[in-house]
């Protein structure tokens, strides 16, 4: 019997704007079963726009002010792809991508929010903030002590933008507006404490003029002058994304997605929009982050409602909502229905305000993790648990082929079994993995279960040649099974096919969850094969990959990982071992292995028994995946940890050491150079992108015994010495 329902709805959103925070949030509250959520995001932590002008004068760290994708979707049982979307289909219900597979939605929802309006090429844009901060952190070389730079837009926004720079950098800034001073629909009190504080920063106002064009060190204004900078920051008024009016959605003259008072869009029901990317009609309000975190709510209220089948509700926004502008210098100025107070308590109330709204989905992820029960029917297991013909034969369709003369009966032929002709004199290097998802990205998780599959031969120095799928698919309803097997599977011929390797056939089927594994054949030399024996006293042992994968994925699980920390682990795992092996085999390698589920100290462990010799690990040498020493000193671990100590057993629990017994999927190779060819190899790897490293040395066995000191790679003493069991 299944322990879930099956998927019969897929809602999905699009932008991790304000809005669709409070979404996840609320769902994650009060999970609806059934329903698969999808967050597509630009980059894996998403701005507070409160927060930006603190971050940019250092009063703010970065995670201060960024929300944590990974946490939030983790919390709400939702799959979140890092992506930029590159098109809405909203007939054919896709999102689509430049280079992975589209994502379908039953419902969709729009909080990508909007670009400056401003001339192409004319300088750099505020929005995207994800986007404008890296390029900001570009820039500051160039802006020493004499440089100018101009803000274009003279709102709340371009002002504290103006303000915020002028405390970060020795540079000149220049405020250009196109009204007759800054802030004009900020009541006159207001007006004149943000000119003070513009004054006093020493901000140069151009007003009264609008900026045309930014080339040659000079900004064009409309009065026929320009203005000489040496960059152009624009924070005017903001337009929809171009994808937005090019998907066919209704959309007003900015660009913007037009909705109702529901926030559905008028022309396609089924397609919701809020934040600056969208135009309420009847009830038009200021792009400002604070009618985007007020329609979170609303918006995950009508989402529910239109995945169920019922009528939306109005949503009735206020006409006036409070605005507070930071100055700097502690102090900062708010107004409301005319009125307006200023100073320092006024920065603490924003500063508490911004702090307690970032607060609800930093904290709430570690506090609550959605649940789902099910009473679905038991299905047919068996042969009766596979996709249906016609839907496989549109995913092997899909599939590329790799022409070999070598491959007689493929992917192209309706044949019971693959065959193939192995080259005269080739030793066939055969091996098998399987596991089960663990991210909810079908495509990500083929490219990973490809690479992991694949190691096994670059470990043997192989070349691979042929691989066998065995995939899983969780039972839902629609075409989704086709779509995520779809998508697994281009994830997985994507790797194959950069590695040499081609997918000659599999078997699919139902499962309780999603899973993905390959019989993978290669083909050597048989005097060539590398072994786990091998290792000689005086090797150095070089590790391709940094560690750190099993205590990043179980952090993942318990909504305790930062986005990028993921991504990070998710990027190095995607990796084939293919280039490491390359490189490996010119420095004359003697043994190798690659480090996956027994971790960094086990597999190390294997190699010493093979060769009959000892060794000194370094475990401050060996390169370790952002966060992955964080939550390893938190005490996070992966299941298979504990009984991977067992290869050091009273080995110190400090983080570069718990790391040692760390479980690796996808991880590096672990090999054996000459002592003398070692700089020489691990400056090669570098070179071609690897993170490689030294992390031991190879030793005599004493009395016989595999043994594994853990020593600075310096000299110094042995902090303890562990016999491989």
């Known amino acids: 019997m299944r322990n879930q329902p099956p998927i019969d709805r897929d809602l999905v959103l699009l932008g991790a704007g304000h809005a669709h925070v409070e979404v996840l949030r609320r769902f994650a509250m009060r999970p609806a079963p059934g329903l698969r959520i ?28 960024h929300i944590d994708l990974a946490p939030l979707a983790a919390m709400a049982g939702a799959r979140l792809i890092v992506a930029e979307a590159a098109a809405i289909d909203p007939e054919a219900r896709e999102v689509r991508f430049a280079a992975r597979p589209a994502v379908g939605f039953d419902v969709l929802s729009i909080d990508v929010g909007g670009i400056p309006a401003m001339p192409d090429g004319a300088g750099t844009p505020v929005k995207p903030i994800g986007g404008f901060l890296a390029r900001l952190d570009a820039l500051a070389p160039r802006l020493a002590e004499g440089a100018r730079v101009a803000v274009v837009g003279g709102g709340a926004g371009g002002v504290e933008l103006a303000l915020a720079l002028a405390r970060r950098f020795p540079a000149r800034i220049a405020l250009v507006c196109a009204e007759a001073e800054p802030l004009t629909a900020a009541p006159r009190r207001a007006r004149a404490v943000a000119r003070a504080a513009l004054a006093e920063a020493g901000v ?40 937005l009016a090019a998907s066919g959605l209704a959309c007003d003259a900015a660009g913007c997605v037009a909705v109702d008072r529901t926030l559905a869009s008028v022309s396609h029901p089924h397609v919701f929009a809020a934040g600056d990317c969208a135009a309420i009609q009847g009830a038009a309000r200021p792009k400002s ?10 918006l995950a209220a009508n989402l529910r409602r239109a995945l169920t089948g019922r009528r939306p509700r109005p949503w009735r926004p206020q006409k006036q ?28 109330w924003k500063d508490w305000i911004d702090r307690r709204w970032m607060a609800m989905y930093a904290d709430a992820p570690r506090r609550m993790m959605a649940r789902r029960t099910s009473d679905d029917a038991m299905r047919c297991a068996g042969c009766a648990a596979k996709l249906p013909a016609e839907a496989l034969r549109g995913v092997l369709a899909a599939l590329p082929r790799m022409p070999s003369k070598d491959i007689l ?24 993995d ?83 594994g390959f019989a993978v054949t290669g083909l050597a030399e048989p005097v060539a094969l590398w072994r786990k024996a091998g290792l000689a006293p005086g090797d150095a042992l070089v590790l391709t990959k940094p560690v750190g994968t099993g205590v990043i994925l179980a952090a993942q699980m318990r909504a305790r990982c930062k986005a990028r920390w993921l991504e990070g682990a998710l990027a190095s795992m995607r990796r084939s071992n293919g280039p490491a092996a390359a490189i490996l085999r010119a420095h004359k390698v003697r043994a190798c292995t690659d480090v996956t589920g027994f971790g960094l100290a086990g597999h190390l462990t294997e190699m010493l028994r093979a060769s009959g010799v000892a060794a000194v690990l370094d475990p401050d040498a060996v390169p370790a995946l952002e966060g992955a020493r964080e939550l390893a000193a938190e005490g996070i671990e992966s299941t298979l940890a504990p009984a991977n100590r067992a290869a050091l057993p009273g080995a110190s629990a400090e983080p570069s050491v718990a790391l040692l017994f760390d479980p690796q999927t996808s991880g590096g190779l672990l090999a054996g150079v000459p002592g003398a060819r070692a700089a020489g190899c691990v400056a090669a790897l570098r070179a071609a992108g690897i993170e490689a490293a030294v992390v031991g040395r190879v030793l005599a066995a004493a009395s016989g015994r595999a043994t594994i000191a853990l020593e600075a790679l310096d000299g110094a003493e042995p902090e303890r010495e562990g016999r491989a069991p």
């Open 321 to 348: 909502a409070l605005a507070i502008l930071g100055l700097g210098g502690g102090r900062a100025v708010a107004w409301r229905n005319g009125l307006s107070v200023s100073g320092r308590l006024v920065w603490r």
């Open 409 to 432: 009966i493929g992917l192209d032929a309706a044949d019971d079994a693959a065959a193939a002709l192995p080259p005269p004199g080739q030793a066939v290097v055969q091996t098998v």
């Open 204 to 243: 140069e106002l151009a007003c009264g003029v609008r900026a045309l064009g930014f080339a040659d060190g000079r900004l064009s204004l409309s009065d026929g002058s320009a203005l000489a900078a040496d960059a152009a920051l624009w924070a005017t008024g903001v337009v929809g994304p171009p994808m």
């Open 289 to 298: 982050g604070v009618w985007a975190v007020r329609a979170g709510a609303p």
């Open 38 to 65: 999808t967050l597509i995001g630009r980059e894996p932590h998403t701005p507070y726009s409160g927060m930006l002008p603190g971050l940019i004068r250092g009063e703010y760290g970065f995670d201060a002010a």
């Open 434 to 516: 399987q596991f089960r998802a663990f991210i909810d990205d079908p495509y990500v998780f083929g490219q990973i279960a490809a690479a992991h599959a694949l190691s096994d031969l670059h470990a043997m120095g192989a070349r691979p040649w042929t691989a066998l799928a065995v995939a899983a698919v969780p039972y839902m309803t629609g075409g989704r099974m086709a779509a995520d097997l779809a998508a697994m599977m281009q994830g997985a011929a994507e790797v194959l096919t950069a590695d040499g390797c081609a997918l000659v056939g599999g078997h699919s089927a139902e499962g309780a969850e999603a899973m993905l």
